[in-house]
């Protein structure tokens, strides 16, 4: 009988022939089970786009000195602030650009695309020589960097309804686990010729270019996705869709398998009547997007500003760490990060709701961050397992305010809009994220010119200052600023 039903509903469907789009729908309407294949790519694809972000802050420091650019040591953060941020700059210039250009030309094409640049610039720039190389090989794997709202319009429209949750915390568990396994690569992977001598010559290129084996590493990755995606179909139409809507085919064919499906006719007729508004003016949409923005620049400028500190030398009151050791108090970080967000963040969300977390979360970042500077003053056994522990709560407390700003987000709008509204969202946030590492820098590097200072005197600035970001953002999330759809 259910066999009979979906021959009647395919009958019906009006498909198109030789439309990917059509092709893709008619998959999914037949197929049954779980969708571990396209989960599967949905999540290398991510990992791929987000690896290369922040690998390079444990060796950014060493990098800026091999340079040679900085004429002090106190110079070096400045200058690591502008290589930091010109990745920022090429996807908030980008951004928008690729979102048209994917709509217009298919999802396929702008990830082929993005995993291609990847291996192609990430090399370069581990084979940079100088400080303008490196800049301009980041800005162009920024600037085509393209993958991660493509793969949210991709991820919606190649799996079932059934799945939609599944696909987006696939992209977001990606996406987070790449933030935290590329900085551990940079730093466990830089100089390979001085920590593993006797796997790598001084002579070989990992000898001349002491940066580019976490490069190289994360390129060749991206060139096997980028294999691998020649085998994924595309899901945008190549026709003017009809009016019969999908939600509508998928209603018959949950009905046809038994299942309830009473109010999905209703849905799709409600979706096609969603507003259509100007989104700018949709103050709960826009009020979230502002908070999330200033919260990702804290977080930014955090990362930024963690690695340099605990690089530089003690005597400027940092803690004289080498790539290793910061790859490593990363690595552990991230595992925390991982196990609190699958294990712990769901339960928090649902007892306090987005907003509680995220104000309860900010709260606790100021007092951790103030510690930072009298953490520095250990050293041994305390040194590490008090390190480790604040650097672990800091970033689970980043990611858990931002998250509960993105459920924000999502509630705002209608579903027919949530494509544009990550798309602004996205934009506003790299531009936030560009001005984070080269004032992280800049502030930095003019906070070990004044360690004997009355007010605040070296590192005790730089982490009062992003205390003062973080109560700005917390701050906002209060009426009559931060309204609720």
Same mark, same amino acid.
């Given at each position: 009988?259910?066999?009979?039903?979906?021959?009647?509903?395919?009958?019906?469907?009006?498909?198109?022939?030789?439309?990917?789009?059509?092709?893709?729908?008619?998959?999914?309407? *037949?197929?049954?089970?779980?969708?571990?294949?396209?989960?599967?790519?949905?999540?290398?694809?991510?990992?791929?786009?987000?690896?290369?972000?922040?690998?390079?802050?444990?060796?950014?420091?060493?990098?800026?000195?091999?340079?040679?650019?900085?004429?002090?040591?106190?110079?070096?953060?400045?200058?690591?602030?502008?290589?930091?941020?010109?990745?920022?700059?090429?996807?908030? !210039?980008?951004?928008?650009?690729?979102?048209?250009?994917?709509?217009?030309?298919?999802?396929?094409?702008?990830?082929?695309?993005?995993?291609?640049?990847?291996?192609?610039?990430?090399?370069?720039?581990?084979?940079?020589?100088?400080?303008?190389?490196?800049?301009?090989?980041?800005?162009?794997?920024?600037?085509?960097?393209?993958?991660?709202?493509?793969?949210?319009?991709?991820?919606?429209?190649?799996?079932?309804?059934?799945?939609?949750?599944?696909?987006?915390?696939?992209?977001?568990?990606?996406?987070?686990?790449?933030?935290?396994?590329?900085?551990?690569?940079?730093?466990?992977?830089?100089?390979?010729?001085?920590?593993?001598?006797?796997?790598?010559?001084?002579?070989?290129?990992?000898?001349?270019?002491?940066?580019?084996?976490?490069?190289?590493?994360?390129?060749?990755?991206?060139?096997?996705?980028?294999?691998?995606?020649?085998?994924?179909?595309?899901?945008?139409?190549?026709?003017?869709?009809?009016?019969?809507?999908?939600?509508?085919?998928?209603?018959? *064919?949950?009905?046809?398998?038994?299942?309830?499906?009473?109010?999905?006719?209703?849905?799709?007729?409600?979706?096609?009547?969603?507003?259509?508004?100007?989104?700018?003016?949709?103050?709960?949409?826009?009020?979230?997007?502002?908070?999330?923005?200033?919260?990702?620049?804290?977080?930014?400028?955090?990362?930024?500003?963690?690695? *340099?500190?605990?690089?530089?030398?003690?005597?400027?009151?940092? !803690?004289?760490?080498?790539?290793?050791?910061?790859?490593?108090?990363?690595?552990?970080?991230?595992?925390? !990060?991982?196990?609190?967000?699958?294990?712990?963040?769901?339960?928090?969300?649902?007892?306090?709701?987005?907003?509680?977390?995220?104000?309860?979360?900010?709260?606790?970042?100021?007092?951790?961050?103030?510690?930072?500077?009298?953490?520095?003053?250990?050293?041994?056994?305390? !040194?590490?397992?008090?390190?480790?522990?604040?650097?672990?709560?800091?970033?689970?407390?980043?990611?858990?305010?931002?998250?509960?700003?993105?459920?924000?987000?999502?509630?705002?709008?209608?579903?027919?809009?949530?494509?544009?509204?990550?798309?602004?969202?996205?934009?506003?946030?790299?531009?936030?994220?560009?001005v984070g590492p080269a004032g992280a820098g800049i502030l930095f590097s003019w906070s070990e010119t004044r360690l004997n200072a009355a007010f605040l005197p070296g590192s005790h600035m730089v982490f009062f200052v992003l205390n003062v970001i973080v109560v700005v953002g917390v701050a906002l999330t209060?009426?009559?600023?931060?309204?609720?759809?």
């Open positions: 009988m259910a066999d009979e039903y979906k021959e009647a509903l395919l009958e019906k469907q009006k498909y198109h022939d030789g439309c990917p789009g059509c092709k893709v729908e008619q998959m999914k309407q *037949l197929r049954r089970g779980y969708p571990y294949l396209e989960l599967s790519f949905v999540w290398i694809i991510v990992l791929s786009t987000s690896l290369p972000i922040s690998s390079l802050y444990p060796f950014l420091y060493y990098m800026i000195e091999d340079f040679g650019v900085a004429k002090t040591e106190k110079d070096i953060g400045f200058y690591a602030g502008f290589v930091g941020c010109s990745f920022m700059l090429g996807r908030a !210039l980008t951004s928008v650009f690729w979102g048209i250009v994917a709509d217009r030309y298919g999802r396929k094409p702008i990830i082929l695309l993005g995993t291609i640049s990847i291996a192609i610039f990430n090399a370069l720039f581990g084979l940079s020589m100088n400080f303008w190389m490196a800049i301009g090989t980041r800005f162009l794997l920024g600037s085509f960097n393209c993958l991660l709202g493509t793969m949210k319009a991709y991820a919606s429209e190649i799996f079932r309804d059934e799945y939609q949750a599944t696909a987006m915390s696939a992209v977001s568990t990606a996406w987070g686990i790449g933030l935290i396994i590329g900085p551990a690569l940079g730093g466990f992977l830089a100089q390979p010729a001085d920590k593993y001598p006797n796997v790598f010559s001084q002579d070989s290129i990992f000898g001349r270019f002491r940066y580019a084996l976490p490069c190289f590493t994360i390129s060749a990755f991206a060139l096997v996705v980028t294999v691998l995606c020649c085998f994924i179909p595309e899901t945008l139409h190549n026709h003017k869709l009809d009016s019969t809507s999908h939600d509508d085919s998928y209603g018959i *064919l949950e009905a046809a398998s038994g299942e309830s499906t009473a109010s999905t006719g209703k849905v799709g007729k409600n979706e096609r009547k969603a507003s259509q508004g100007s989104l700018l003016k949709n103050w709960p949409l826009m009020s979230s997007i502002i908070v999330y923005c200033v919260l990702c620049l804290h977080d930014t400028a955090y990362s930024e500003i963690f690695a *340099l500190w605990a690089n530089s030398p003690r005597k400027y009151g940092g !803690l004289s760490y080498s790539t290793n050791d910061v790859g490593t108090v990363l690595a552990i970080s991230g595992f925390g !990060l991982f196990s609190f967000q699958v294990f712990v963040y769901p339960f928090a969300e649902k007892l306090l709701g987005p907003i509680r977390v995220t104000r309860f979360a900010g709260a606790l970042m100021i007092p951790i961050q103030m510690s930072y500077p009298f953490i520095a003053n250990m050293s041994g056994l305390s !040194l590490s397992l008090m390190l480790n522990c604040a650097s672990i709560l800091i970033n689970v407390l980043s990611v858990s305010a931002i998250t509960g700003l993105l459920i924000l987000q999502n509630r705002a709008v209608d579903q027919s809009q949530r494509g544009a509204a990550n798309g602004i969202a996205m934009t506003a946030m790299s531009l936030f994220k560009t209060f009426k009559p600023f931060l309204i609720t759809a």
